[in-house]
């Protein structure tokens, strides 16, 4: 039986961005009705991500975090949106 890997070991960078930026924010009643936690957008818009579980937080994060962009944290996801543009 294959041991299921955890999403530290699947998405460590992802993951890093999601332990430094993650708060919850149910003791801030003027924001909360979006969401009980949020978190920053990876590409630093100044917009936020926001669930009522942590793990809906992080499965939207990773989202956006892999999403192929010039304003992505990661490297390999920019070298995927340039390779990708210069394809076409």
Not at 26 to 39: A, K, M, Q, S
Request: with cysteine; glycine share 4%; net charge negative.
């Amino acid at each position: 039986m294959e041991e299921r890997k955890s999403n530290h070991e699947l998405y460590p960078e992802c993951w890093e961005f999601f332990i430094e930026h993650a708060r919850n924010i149910t003791g801030e009643p003027d924001i909360c009705h979006l969401g009980n936690y949020r978190i920053p957008v990876p590409d630093m818009s100044g917009n936020f991500i926001y669930a009522d579980h942590p793990g809906v937080l992080f499965s939207k994060l990773k989202d956006k975090f892999y999403e192929p962009s010039l304003n992505s944290p990661s490297v390999y996801v920019k070298i995927q949106y340039i390779v990708t543009k210069f394809k076409n």
